[in-house]
């Protein structure tokens, strides 16, 4: 096999410990060396050192969780050519596993570049995707304790959810600081609500008729407190984005011209894609990165499974809602807004298709049932 880099290295990446392995092309002939690093800086700094005094000029390591991040950061100082890879791609034969024989074989393979480089966005494109990405455990983390308020609630019989829609909104939250205060009369707590509100006086007074006690009470404090704390938090996560949503600012705008897209999903999107789209070969290389289209599993001419990767696609991975697609004919995601005619032909397409699918699915039962009711000599008792 023809080789493609002569003097490559391997990282087998772990939480303390590093083991590098050098290979060296020179005359038909293959030499290694393999060193082992601690993950401290002065340590990485070493191995910098020492894969420069080495010649490498190709590096490649596993995506590791996130212990390849500190490697990651000191190599790029210097002049070489990193690559991550994924670790599913880059597995060793059965048998053979240990660190040095790892980083020998990652070393091997980048030799031959049989490793395919996974997307590592610049350092303001990762600010921002960390932000965002904090982001979206807090919005989880609230949503679990308002559920928690919420059984709190029901196990009192205080049926709120049941009359506001919102029971942290203006009149809910006045109804709950009220009864958190000690406050039980059911015709005291309605006549907090606010006057436009849909439920009547004495839906309200039944809905908050219930058994409030002192846990009770300590229980819907605590919830309250730590909603609280996650909204300040969520606020302060909101500014900083803004003050760094300044190089992103272009790509965010025409992204919400798209149907579906606000301003929320749309620095989501800049965070976790970029705005530099030549990194994407084409089209269905984003949409395929992205989890959002079947994968490739085909012998003997026959498709055996059209099912989506494992893990959470991007869609499904953050709060607002937000769809990637679009048609190969069509120009990158920044140069131009998607043309509504476009997309409203797609739209028609997809319909038509599925209408075919549920109409063909229909016919063959159909069918079956005829076939079923002409072989019956006598009706069925």
């Keep these: 096999m023809e080789v ?61 969780g996130v212990y390849w991040k500190p490697v990651w950061h000191i190599l790029s100082d210097g002049e ?37 480089a996974s997307f590592v966005p610049d350092e303001p494109t990762q600010q921002m995707r960390d932000l965002l990405r904090t982001r979206k455990q807090m919005v989880r983390e609230r949503s679990s304790h308002v559920q928690r308020f919420q059984k ?57 008729r219930g058994r409030v006690t002192k846990h009770h009470r300590f229980l819907l404090k605590l919830h309250l407190d730590q909603i609280d704390a996650f909204d300040a938090a969520l606020a302060r996560i909101d500014e900083e984005v803004s003050a760094n949503v300044e190089p992103f600012r272009a790509a965010i705008e025409l992204l919400t011209t798209i149907p579906g897209i606000n301003a929320l999903s749309a620095q989501v999107l800049v965070s976790e894609i970029g705005i530099d789209m030549s990194r994407f070969q084409t089209a269905g290389h984003l949409i395929s990165w992205a989890g959002l289209c079947p994968r490739n599993d085909e012998s003997a001419g026959k498709r055996r499974s059209t099912r989506m990767k494992k893990g959470r696609t991007l869609a499904e991975n953050h709060a607002s809602p937000m769809r990637l697609g679009r048609r190969p004919q069509e120009e990158q995601l920044f140069a131009s807004s998607v043309p509504a005619t476009a997309l409203t032909a797609w739209l028609q397409e997809s319909h038509l298709r599925r209408c075919r699918l549920h109409a063909n699915r229909r016919l063959a039962y159909a069918q079956k049932r005829h076939l079923l009711r002409g072989s019956r000599t006598k009706p069925l008792r």
């Design 152 to 208: 709190t609630l029901e196990d009192a019989n205080i049926k709120l959810d049941s009359v506001v829609t919102d029971i942290l909104g203006l009149s809910g939250r006045r109804i709950l600081e009220a009864l958190i205060a000690g406050q039980t009369m059911p015709q005291a707590l309605a006549s907090l609500a606010h006057r436009r509100i849909h439920a009547s006086t004495d839906e309200l007074e039944a809905a908050l």
């Design 4 to 64: 493609l880099h002569a003097h490559c290295a391997g990282l087998d990446v772990h939480k303390d410990s590093v083991v590098a392995c050098v290979r060296h092309m020179a005359d038909s002939k293959v030499t290694t060396g393999v060193r082992n690093f601690k993950t401290t800086t002065q340590e990485l700094m070493a191995l910098s050192e020492w894969l420069s005094a080495e010649g490498a000029t190709h590096i490649a390591m596993e995506a590791t």
């Design 80 to 116: 070489f050519e990193l690559i991550l890879a994924n670790a599913a791609h880059v597995k060793n034969v059965p048998g053979r596993k240990t660190d040095v024989n790892d980083a020998m074989w990652l070393a091997d393979l980048m030799a031959h570049g049989l490793i395919r």
